[in-house]
């Protein structure tokens, strides 16, 4: 029986699907089987950045009112062999298209064949919200190190608390930026976890490539030597159990040959 | 047979107990002949006025109703107060509540507002936009970076205790303001509604002063 994990965050633009699309894939890598369901109904994004976007028949609102079978509406990614699919959101219609126990449906009928369902919320704390809530056993909270995404992730943890699920929810700290957070202009990894006062899952450094690799459909995490994509690799081995030492924050300075590449690389 | 009401004369007027072991029929029977024999005794005009004890009973409403309009066919009799000696255990609950200082231990997170019936003392976290809200007064020994709200809705009597160095705003009864950095003193203040009814912020050794009732509790009744 699978798992359900929703990723929330409050806040729009801190990395919500960015972060599902990378540990369901990071999951996929480690040989479990994934569902990713997008419930951003009107704004699906998720089938991009898995670069399935075109190969999209049917969406889960057409499952909740029983214009397709789960089965159809799944949507395969081929470079996994069987172990990482999609369901993902309606384009023409809205939040209000589905509601919470239709939600929770889809996810039982999902949990017997996979081992993890990540369930991609939208931003904000309403009908998307309870939407992706209804159906979750554990929570992902998705927070930049910027205040305003922490005071939104902090209502979102209090709504959690409000309404609980099995597992208490855990904390990702994405898109920092090292310099910033070394020289105190951000609020450090501690200061956050411990305002937030959640146990902290991982954190994933900001990274032009998260974006470049997004553009073209393919998520970071299949570059294992990006930092952002072993930040999220360690997210994974965490979800599966394995104890992973947080990723160092120093920033390792380029050695002599990768300082004279730069400087041809510029002049070029 | 034992009456089941007894009429007792005492330095403040005349008192009716209903004995708690009659049966509530009987006792209107009993209160009927005793007020028909007191009008005809009585000579004079002079109005009187009954206590009325009803021991380890409490009326009905209904049964409260049938002793008024009983007592109110005489001209001459009126109820001063009709009391039992019990109330009922939702009451006592809620005086033990109201009553209580009541410790806190949690997070109230951005958008949680804690609701508390009496006097609260915190120790937990109260984060921006969090509203930590007593009909009592609240005393505070964590952090807070979110509203506290003592008195509410209007029990102007309350006062809170804290650091305010990162409240940005403070309720006692039915006032509330931003806090004024200039306004408040180091450490710990005691924010209550002063003389001219309004806000207040005085050093913790004021507390006594200002607030003289907070210390005068005994055994948790008022």
Known sequence: MGKAIVVTSGKGGVGKTTTTANLGTALALM?????????????????????????????????????????QALVKDKRFDDLLFLLPAAQNADKDSLNPDQVKAVVDELKPDFD???????????????????????AIIVSTPEISAIRDAD?????????????????????????????????????????????????????????????????????????????????????????????????????????????????? | M?????????????????????????????????????????????????????ESRLLTAEQNQKVTQLVNRYPLFSIHKLAANVILTADALAMVERNTVHLVN????????????????????????????ATGSIFVMGEVAGALEAGFPDHNDAAIVSDLSTVPRVRVGELMELVDKEKIVAGTNVVYINDIQALDYVPLTQLKRVRPKLFTRNGGRL
């Open chain 1, 31 to 71: 040989g479990k089987k994934v569902c990713l369901v997008d419930l951003d109904i009107g704004l699906r994004n998720l089938d991009v950045i898995l670069g399935l976007d075109n190969r999209i028949l049917y969406d889960i609102v057409d499952v909740v009112e029983n214009r397709a079978q789960i089965r």
């Open chain 1, 116 to 138: 993890y369902i990540l369930l991609d919320c939208p931003a904000g704390i309403e009908r998307g919200f309870m939407n992706a809530i209804a159906g979750a056993d554990a």
């Open chain 1, 155 to 268: 209502r979102v943890v209090g709504l959690l608390e409000q309404y609980p699920l099995a597992e208490a929810p855990k904390l990702v700290i994405n898109r920092i930026r090292r310099r910033m957070m070394q020289d105190g202009e951000t609020m450090d990894i501690d200061e956050i976890t411990h305002h937030l006062s959640i146990d902290l899952l991982g954190i994933v450094f900001d990274d032009d490539a998260v974006i470049r690799t997004s553009n073209n459909g393919e998520p970071i995490v299949l570059d294992p030597k990006n930092p952002a994509a072993q930040g999220y690799r360690n997210i994974a081995r965490r979800i599966e159990g394995e104890t992973v030492p947080l990723m160092n924050l120093e920033q390792q300075k380029p050695g002599v040959w990768s300082r004279i590449a730069g400087i041809f690389h510029r002049n070029n």
């Open chain 2, 2 to 54: 034992q009456q089941s009401v007894i009429l007792k004369a005492s330095s403040d007027g005349y008192e009716l107990i209903f004995r708690q072991a009659a049966s509530f029929d009987a006792i209107m029977v009993d209160l009927k002949t005793l007020l028909d024999r007191l009008q005809v005794d009585n000579t004079t005009d002079k109005q009187i006025s009954f206590d009325m004890d009803t």
């Open chain 2, 106 to 133: 949690q997070i109230i997170r951005n958008g949680q507002v804690l609701e508390v019936t009496g006097d609260v003392l915190f120790f937990g976290k109260i984060h921006e936009g969090g509203v930590l809200r």
